[in-house]
C-alpha cells in the first residue's frame, strides 16, 4: 500500500442498496463520500462555504465490497486565489484479518463562496 496522505475525515460503511449487479459499490457512493470528506477540509481552509468545481486524476484501485469499512482521508495538495484542492486517499478495513485495502484516490478542487453564492477569496493562511 502506498504512503496514505492526511486524516482519517470520514469512516462509513455501504450498505445493501449501495451495491451493483456485480457485487460491488456503486463508483457513485464512493464519489460522494470523498467530496463530502474533501468539502470538511476545504470549508475548513475557507473558513465558510464552499462548492466542488472539479475532479481531478480519480483512480480507481480496487472495487469496494459490501462489508467493508471504508475510511476517507484528506488533506491540502494546492491552493489558489480562490480555490483550494484536496487530495483524498480512500482505504477499506476489510474481512476478520483487518486487512487494510486501497480503494481508490483522487484531487477535487473546491472554490470559496460569498454570500452570493460567487468565488472569494481563500484567507491568509
Known amino acids: ?7 482519517v475525515v470520514l ?6 442498496a449501495d451495491i451493483n449487479a456485480n457485487g460491488h459499490i456503486f463508483g457513485g457512493w464512493v464519489l ?4 463530502i470528506a474533501g468539502g470538511i477540509v476545504a470549508h475548513r481552509i475557507a473558513q465558510g462555504a464552499v462548492a466542488t468545481v472539479a ?4 483512480k480507481f484501485i480496487t472495487p469496494i465490497l459490501l462489508g467493508d469499512v471504508v475510511s476517507v482521508y484528506a488533506q491540502e495538495e494546492r491552493r ?4 483550494v ?3 483524498i486517499d480512500v482505504v477499506a478495513t476489510r474481512g476478520i484479518e483487518q486487512q487494510q485495502v486501497e480503494l ?12 452570493n453564492h460567487r ?5 491568509q493562511g
Open 85 to 87: 484542492a484536496i487530495r
Open 104 to 115: 481508490t484516490s483522487g484531487v477535487y478542487t473546491f472554490v470559496a463562496l460569498d454570500a
Open 11 to 16: 469512516r462509513a460503511m455501504p450498505r445493501l
Open 32 to 35: 460522494s463520500q470523498m467530496d
Open 80 to 83: 489558489g486565489r480562490t480555490s
Open 1 to 7: 500500500m502506498t504512503e496514505i496522505k492526511g486524516d
Open 55 to 58: 475532479i481531478e486524476s480519480m
Open 119 to 123: 468565488p472569494r477569496p481563500l484567507p
